[in-house]
């Protein structure tokens, strides 16, 4: 059975989710690696979040660029984006969307915030038509890597990691 979640994602909606579980997506999430992933890790340290313009309470961050050809995953255990992951849980992020394996250290960071992470597919083609309209929020001279918001419809993904658990154990 397919979980049909909208942003943005409650921590009940996270408490129902289990290692496994397929779920799609919908609604506004944003988009990020590792370029500008760390930049927002340190405004959320500091205290200046909200000159993004968005709220991180409940946000899907996936972990792609958004360039002309698309969007697809790319790694979240590469070092500036795997080390984002417990920071911007803390901020509010419920599910991070990517692709492989991560570390048992980053997989407690979650359980301990209350957020999950889950694989995408690597199917531009697909996500493309899910994918209602972008925008850049920050950070545009990064250009596809800047950080974006897309409107989405019923992104699929699997659940990787969560409760503390991992999909890969």
Same mark, same amino acid.
Request: proline share 6%.
């Given at each position: 059975?397919?979980?049909?979640?909208?942003?943005?994602?409650?921590?009940?909606?996270?408490?129902?989710?289990?290692?496994?579980?397929? $779920?799609?997506?919908?609604?506004?999430?944003?988009?990020?690696?590792?370029?500008? #992933?760390?930049? $927002?890790? +340190? %405004?959320?340290?500091?205290?200046?979040?909200d000159e993004l313009g968005v709220s991180l309470e409940g946000q899907v961050v996936f972990h792609t660029a958004v360039s002309p050809a698309g969007v697809g995953p790319t790694s979240s255990n590469k070092l500036?984006?795997?080390?984002?992951?417990?920071? #911007?849980?803390? !901020?509010?992020?419920?599910? *991070? #969307?990517? +692709?492989?394996?991560? *570390? +048992?250290?980053?997989?407690?960071? #979650?359980?301990?915030?209350?957020?999950?992470?889950?694989?995408?597919?690597?199917?531009?083609?697909?996500? /493309?038509?899910?994918?209602?309209?972008?925008?850049?929020? !920050?950070?545009?001279?990064? /250009? %596809?890597?800047?950080?974006? %918001?897309? %409107?989405?419809?019923?992104?699929?993904?699997?659940?990787?990691?969560? *409760? /503390?658990?991992?999909?890969?154990?």
């Amino acid at each position: 059975m397919v979980k049909e979640l909208t942003t943005p994602i409650t921590k009940e909606d996270i408490e129902g989710l289990q290692v496994g579980d397929t $779920v799609t997506i919908s609604g506004p999430i944003l988009c990020g690696r590792d370029a500008v #992933l760390p930049k $927002v890790v +340190k %405004m959320a340290e500091n205290g200046t979040v909200d000159e993004l313009g968005v709220s991180l309470e409940g946000q899907v961050v996936f972990h792609t660029a958004v360039s002309p050809a698309g969007v697809g995953p790319t790694s979240s255990n590469k070092l500036e984006i795997e080390s984002s992951i417990g920071p #911007l849980s803390k !901020a509010g992020i419920r599910l *991070h #969307l990517g +692709k492989g394996a991560l *570390h +048992k250290e980053t997989i407690e960071a #979650l359980d301990t915030y209350g957020s999950v992470y889950a694989v995408i597919p690597p199917v531009t083609a697909l996500l /493309g038509e899910k994918t209602l309209e972008q925008k850049t929020v !920050a950070f545009p001279e990064e /250009g %596809m890597e800047a950080l974006h %918001m897309l %409107m989405v419809d019923r992104y699929p993904a699997i659940i990787a990691a969560a *409760h /503390g658990r991992s999909i890969y154990d």
